[in-house]
């Protein structure tokens, strides 16, 4: 099962798809068409007789109906094989279905993993390889400026994933938050603390509790409090209810009373993977204890 910090960084990316764009042009210098939109599509790709192929995210820049370029967004937290074989597989299959440039982007958390990915990767077909575009720690700048982060929230939750361990990282990102709508910045510091190391977690957590915050926002009180365990369940519960309304799935009444309510963070960090493919609350709910017993 994807972890949560995979399921974060693919939510990021699915959410604002331009990002990838972002990425690839000022962090690694490749060359994206300008000026056009860019939108997240389908992630089926078939290369028949195979079996379908379904990498994390693919991104098109350009009209729907005749795009310029397209990426191909891969989070990649170890060093595997298999997965890294499909890789040309996932490119080709692309490239066949809406013939234009690919790029395959693939994010890494870890920079050994990094290293490894940046490494050609050889096709079937001799004399052919696949260079992949990398994302590290390395490639990620440290953001210290709360002005650029609330500027470039992505890359400021990315930071604190690569550069957590360097306080002013952190300061930088909470500060931001307060310069951010209160219906957005739920969802930044969730996608932060999810990425980041149990150290920058606790920085985070600190600066939330702290009456020395310059702003005690109005989003700090009511979801973390002073960081008491009901403050931590209450904010894990809104970034549940935060992904299923970016995703546009309905809720219940009921259902939101029944997330809401629930005091079990495991459960909770459980429906926070489940939401980011369920379809509707039903997927969340379906073969948790709750629902087997009722």
């Not at 890294?84 to 920079?111: H, N």
């Not at 500060?175 to 999810?194: G, K, N």
């Amino acid at each position: 099962m994807p972890s949560p910090q995979h399921d974060t960084l693919n939510l990021m990316f699915r959410n604002r798809p331009e990002l990838a764009v972002e990425m690839l042009r000022d962090r690694l210098g490749v060359e994206v068409p300008d000026g056009l939109p860019v939108q997240l599509v389908g992630n089926e790709l078939n290369d028949r007789p195979s079996k379908d192929l379904y990498p994390d995210t693919v991104i098109t820049v350009g009209p729907r109906h005749d795009p310029k370029h397209a990426i191909i967004v891969e989070i990649q937290q170890k060093k595997d094989e298999t997965k890294r074989k499909q890789l040309p597989r996932y490119a080709v299959a692309l490239w066949l279905q809406l013939s234009c440039p690919i790029t395959v982007l693939v994010i890494c958390p870890d920079a050994r993993v990094a290293a490894w990915a940046a490494e050609p990767i050889p096709f079937e077909v001799p004399g052919c390889a696949l260079k992949c575009e990398v994302i590290g720690p390395e490639q990620i700048p440290p953001v210290t400026d709360p002005a650029e982060a609330a500027a470039h929230p992505e890359l400021a939750a990315l930071s604190v994933m690569a550069h957590g361990e360097d306080a002013p990282v952190v300061e930088a990102f909470m500060s931001a938050l307060q310069r951010l709508p209160d219906e957005h910045a739920p969802q930044y510091y969730e996608y932060a603390y999810r990425l980041a190391s149990m150290a920058a977690r606790h920085v985070m957590e600190k600066l939330m509790e702290s009456a020395t915050w310059p702003v005690y926002s109005p989003f700090a009180r009511k979801h973390y409090g002073k960081g008491v365990q009901v403050g931590r369940t209450e904010g894990r519960a809104e970034g549940v209810l935060t992904v299923l309304q970016v995703r546009g799935i309905p809720v219940s009444d009921a259902d939101r009373d029944r997330i809401t309510s629930c005091t079990d963070l495991n459960r909770l960090d459980d429906w926070m993977r489940r939401a980011v493919t369920a379809t509707s609350t039903a997927d969340l709910f379906d073969d948790t204890p709750e629902r087997s017993a009722g």
